[in-house]
């Protein structure tokens, strides 16, 4: 999260000045967005989309915007004292359509997100909130099992609303529903399994804190 912010402000930075000295009236059609918060309000890790605004008239907006939860390691410790590490890698795909209102916009759209994790030793399963964060898995340890691995793809419906501190900068909040499918492999180490062992499964999510934004424009 420290790293994201970081990355955030090292950006936007050397923009600041010249967004509030610009003359330039024309809304700015890019944006990058982090979520700061991700950890301490539904256990997921902090995102980071960029923004492209595909038209603007008369107060309402069409844009595309891609994320990524960039790629997490955890580590997992197990019961006999075992040490694995899972990694896992999200991408996020949506249309935000949005309404302004003052300095404010309530905006809305669908987005696709697909989520693999991977880890050794243990099996994979989708916990509660899986959808909205590649951190949410349940890792049951087995000395049987190789390797294994998980893949989420989700669709999602999100509401949320912005505030514009300045022209180039915001903070909002985000809600959002999903419904999604995982599917569940692991590799046995031997011949006992030699087709491996799999699971899968519908997934659904609400998450009405899902996001606290940061967005700057430019």
Do not use: C
């Amino acid at each position: 999260m420290k790293n994201l912010i970081i990355v955030f402000l090292v950006f936007i930075s050397p923009n600041l000045g010249i967004g509030q000295n610009s003359t330039n009236n024309k809304t700015p059609k890019n944006s990058i967005i982090i979520t700061p918060l991700g950890d301490l309000l539904n256990n997921s890790k902090s995102s980071i989309y960029y923004r492209r605004v595909l038209k603007d008239t008369s107060g309402k907006y069409i844009s595309l915007r891609i994320g990524s939860e960039i790629l997490n390691s955890i580590a997992n410790e197990y019961s006999t004292g075992l040490k694995e590490k899972s990694s896992s890698l999200n991408f996020k795909f949506g249309i935000e359509i949005g309404k302004k209102i003052g300095k404010g916009v309530l905006y809305f759209g669908p987005e696709i997100s697909y989520s693999t994790i991977k880890t050794n030793n243990a099996t994979l399963l989708p916990n509660g909130n899986a959808i909205f964060s590649a951190h949410s898995i349940i890792v049951d340890e087995w000395s049987a099992i190789d390797e294994s691995s998980m893949n989420i793809l989700s669709l999602v419906g999100f509401i949320g609303f912005k505030y514009y501190l300045t022209k180039p900068l915001s903070i909002g909040i985000e809600s959002a529903f999903g419904i999604g499918r995982y599917e569940s492999k692991a590799n046995y180490d031997g011949d006992l399994f030699p087709k491996g062992e799999n699971d899968s499964g519908v997934l659904k999510d609400l998450a009405i804190n899902r996001f606290v934004t940061l967005e700057y424009r430019f």
